[in-house]
């Protein structure tokens, strides 16, 4: 886990704590600090989504370790206990299916969806082969680019943001493994931007409200 955040938290108690998918730490990190906004990030391993059980712990734990604090979450809908997590820590998250629609917009990432694309992040990338590995079970390539292929995806969709470095070997390597082409888009940060000022705007409102009411 990536923190800039004292455990005991002391003078901080006005800004939220954001506890977010570390797909998108740099790109966070940046509108955090573009919009001035009061938060303060904590970012989980990315490669928990290959482990359903180590994401649900992961997540229970960092949002029972700052009683204190007002929380918010970016993640999608990648636990299916997600919604009821957060409701018990009194958190609220970003809409969005998951990181690639928040990132690219629920009209984009549909269309592309529709095309039959598997979206591909930076961090993804770049350990790629451990997480599809992982997630599916078997190191056999017939079998995975056979999966790959009856899930219905046809193209591996490289994502690439003003924060990414350059990975169009790591990405290539990936489209190899899972036997798909390898197509490019590049995508700005307004959506997901968009998606995070929601969700801190919406929770300083309520504290706001609660803070009024008390």
Sequence with gaps: MTSPVDQNGSGKGSRLILVACGILQREITVLIEQNRWPVDPLFLDAELHSDLPKLGASLQAILKAYPDREKIVF??????RMDLMLAEAGAL???GQNCAA????KERFQQELA?????LLEEWARRWEPIVFAT???????????VFRESGRHYLLALS???SGDYHH?????ALLVGLPLRWLDVGLEHLEAALAEVVESKLARVTETARRS
């Design 75 to 80: 993640y999608g809908a990648c636990h299916p």
């Design 93 to 95: 998250r970003t809409a």
């Design 102 to 105: 928040i990132l690219l917009g």
């Design 115 to 119: 095309e039959g694309a598997c979206f």
């Design 136 to 146: 599916l079970g078997t190191t056999k390539l017939p079998v995975i680019r056979q």
């Design 161 to 163: 943001t003003p924060c």
């Design 170 to 174: 790591d990405a290539a390597e990936a």
